[in-house]
């Protein structure tokens, strides 16, 4: 099922920044960690970043550390991605997902809830 709607992404220069939203406001029960996805043209689908409700515990791709930043006080039924510094190999279609049982925040194929994605381009 999809209760998650991306949005925010679009073209951007290489070191430019964007902010990805999610609207959760759709899904009837609480989850326990949200996280960001992405998949380039030709390659897997991998984690970009995660974070417990709680925010106690994050999760950042060495790719990407530095440069992303998954809010841990979101606004209510939103959450955010933001992203700076980019470079090309920052490409490709972002989701939102949630996983509603806790099976670890690094349990990336526990992730039950998605968006459709958005697509996010660096191009000079």
């Known amino acids: 099922q999809e209760q998650l709607v991306e949005s925010g992404g679009g073209l951007v220069q290489p070191g430019g920044s964007l902010r990805l939203s999610c609207d959760a406001s759709?899904?009837?029960?609480?989850?326990?960690?949200r996280a960001w996805f992405r998949q380039a043209p030709g390659k897997e689908r991998e984690a970009v970043s995660a974070?417990?409700?709680?925010?106690?515990?994050?999760y950042y791709a060495d790719s990407v550390k530095g440069r992303f930043t998954i809010p841990k006080d979101d606004a209510k039924n939103t959450m955010y991605l933001q992203m700076n510094s980019q470079t090309t190999r920052d490409t490709g279609v972002y989701y939102c997902?949630?996983?509603?049982w806790g099976a670890g925040l690094l349990a990336f194929d526990a992730y039950d809830n998605w968006g459709q994605g958005t697509q996010v381009t660096v191009s000079s």
């Open positions: 997902a949630v996983q509603t």
């Open positions: 759709k899904l009837t029960q609480n989850y326990y960690s």
């Open positions: 974070i417990t409700t709680t925010g106690l515990n994050t």
